[in-house]
């Protein structure tokens, strides 16, 4: 039996908005809010003001297991790994972490601006409890991985986010901790940095770490991980093989997409602009929920106008089945200003053709007035592609080779041996 790396129980973290929404920026921020609580613990009406980031989550992690932890935005998941990280105190229950953690939570956390590049990774190895010589020994393989030569003497406050997450993420998988905990930053680097990590992470769980990892990338997850809980509205709903996990979260999906707009629980803005229903259209202008690879689509959502505001911006996200976002449609991209709006209303996306592989897909709308999110749902459409005319042959690839389909053609030109052909 391996040894536990991770034990929680209980855990619940309560948050009062106002300080989420302000945080303390000064002195008299803090002062302030001491005086409110004070107050709402004298009698003030304070229930509204209180939110429950994390409810009751109890689970036990095993030395060297990869655990993915899924769940929509807000649902609690970066939360519980600061309190494992010691970030945040938890207001109830309590966790034990055995062995030294390695953290990657946000973007420049655990670096001190000031410092160079070469000076916070000799701090961070510090902090973890490391010698200066084994620091000496692995601080070549770090500079390479991150790829920051260059800027190696540079203040970090000087960083892009890119060069952070990749200087963070390799003092973190490099300087040999026992628990490897990573949240979704790794989203801020490109493409082939990320599979680099995804590749690092494997290595560092072959060696017996232990590692928690959260990602709104399904395909990692199902590939990386080998358990998977998923986390609904601070609570754990689900904690069994990652691929069941993935399953569970698609279907918690679905069925918020089929939840009235008024009772979806997810639904975040200021309400000053809001959606009241959404179509899917297919090439003839139909309702429907089954649409045609190469045909028209069009994407209808009604609006209600709650202030008269006269011009607003939208835009919409599609994922397919593994929760990858496949297409945006934003009106800021096309140039398109809505303007002149009425109290109600509907706004329509057409897609001339279709790009997408065969198979389910979800859609996620938001709306600003003014800079300000007005309403965001992030799941209020599900459809599928169930055919495809893209190509002339009627066949489309899997969605497991592609997230889209691009318009191609392929054409042969022999050589000969006068062109510089070497001989066979």
């Not at 701090?123 to 800027?151: C, P, Q, S, T, W």
């Amino acid at each position: 039996m391996s040894a536990t790396a991770i034990r929680a129980e209980a855990l619940s973290k309560k948050y009062r908005l106002s300080v989420l929404r302000r945080g303390h920026d000064t002195l008299r921020d803090l002062i302030s809010d001491r005086v409110r609580g004070l107050m709402s613990r004298n009698g003030e009406r304070s229930g509204e003001d209180i939110i429950w980031a994390l409810r009751d989550v109890s689970l036990e992690i095993p030395e060297g297991q990869i655990v993915g932890v899924i769940g929509r935005n807000g649902a609690g998941k970066s939360t519980l790994l600061k309190i494992l990280s010691r970030i945040t105190e938890p207001t109830e229950g309590r966790a034990e972490i055995r062995g030294r953690v390695g953290s990657l939570l946000e973007v420049g956390t655990g670096f001190h601006p000031e410092l160079t590049g070469r000076e916070n990774i000799y701090l961070n190895g510090a902090i973890l409890g490391m010698r200066k010589r084994e620091i000496d020994r692995k601080f070549d393989e770090i500079v390479g991985f991150a790829e920051i030569d260059r800027f190696l003497d540079t203040p970090v406050k000087r960083y892009s986010s890119g060069m952070h997450v990749r200087l963070a993420f390799a003092v973190a998988a490099h300087l040999e901790p026992d628990i490897l905990l990573v949240d979704e930053v790794l989203a801020v680097g490109d493409v082939a940095f990320q599979r680099k990590c995804m590749g690092k992470m494997s290595s560092v769980a072959q060696e017996g770490r232990t590692i928690l990892f959260v990602s709104h990338n399904m395909s990692a997850i199902q590939n990386l991980c080998n358990r998977g809980i998923v986390i609904s509205q601070g609570r754990m709903v689900f904690d069994g093989p990652a691929g069941q996990a993935v399953t569970e979260y698609l279907q918690d999906l679905t069925r918020s997409a089929e939840s009235p707009f008024e009772e979806n629980p997810h639904r975040r803005g200021d309400g000053s602009f809001r959606f009241t229903g959404a179509r899917v259209l297919d090439d003839t202008g139909r309702e429907s929920s089954f649409l045609v690879a190469g045909q028209a689509a069009s994407f209808e959502f009604t609006y209600e106008n709650r202030i008269g505001a006269r011009s607003v911006q939208m835009a919409f996200t599609l994922y397919n089945q593994l929760g990858t976002a496949v297409a945006n449609f934003n009106m800021d991209l096309t140039g398109y200003v809505a303007e002149g709006l009425g109290p109600q209303g509907k706004f329509i996306c057409r897609v001339p053709t279709l790009p997408l592989p065969l198979g389910e897909y979800r859609g996620a709308v938001a709306v600003s007035v003014g800079g300000r999110t007005a309403d965001l749902l992030p799941n209020v459409l599900v459809f599928t592609v169930e055919s495809s005319t893209f190509f002339p042959t009627g066949r489309a690839p899997s969605p497991q080779y592609s997230a889209c389909l691009v318009t191609h053609d392929w054409r042969h030109e022999p050589t000969s041996l006068a062109d510089g052909a070497m001989p066979g």
